[in-house]
């Protein structure tokens, strides 16, 4: 009687141990519409800073401070810069990300001209590539 009471003790603490394991395992292999940690987290989110930018033979780091792009939350965002010997510009726009591209679509409005650009954010970084005026204007983003 003692070895049958061990034996299904035994028993029931490794299924104790095994099922949970098992739902961890298959709610990690279901999409991100589940609720997994991933589709939580939202993990672009954050402040993405510019590693250098170039306006046709100009680089822009030269006269500016910093120029950042912040992921507020999941549909808002925030551009700021500061020139050098200069004072902090901020302003607003909106964003989308396709979860399963990893694409980045940003919408801002500057002097009342809406600007939209479209990039892939790999490795917490991205580039913004539009032309201006005949020019290229290319930035490097890294998250920080």
Request: one cysteine or more; hydrophobic letters at 40%; charged letters at 30%.
């Amino acid at each position: 009687m003692k070895k049958r009471i061990l034996l299904i003790t035994v028993i029931l603490t490794l299924l104790l141990i095994l099922l949970p394991a098992c739902s961890a395992t298959e709610a990690s292999a279901t999409s991100d519409k589940s609720g997994s940690l991933k589709s939580i987290t939202k993990p672009y989110i954050g402040e993405y800073e510019c590693t250098s930018a170039r306006f046709g033979e100009n680089d822009l780091m030269e006269k500016y401070e910093f120029i950042t792009i912040s992921l507020l939350d999941d549909k808002k965002m925030e551009v700021s810069y500061k020139p050098k010997n200069g004072k902090k510009k901020t302003f607003e726009g909106a964003y989308e990300v396709n979860p399963d591209t990893r694409e980045f679509t940003g919408e801002v409005g500057i002097l009342g001209v809406k600007f939209k650009e479209a990039t892939k954010i790999e490795n917490g970084k991205f580039t913004l590539t539009k032309v201006i005026f005949s020019m290229p204007l290319v930035m490097n983003f890294k998250m920080k």
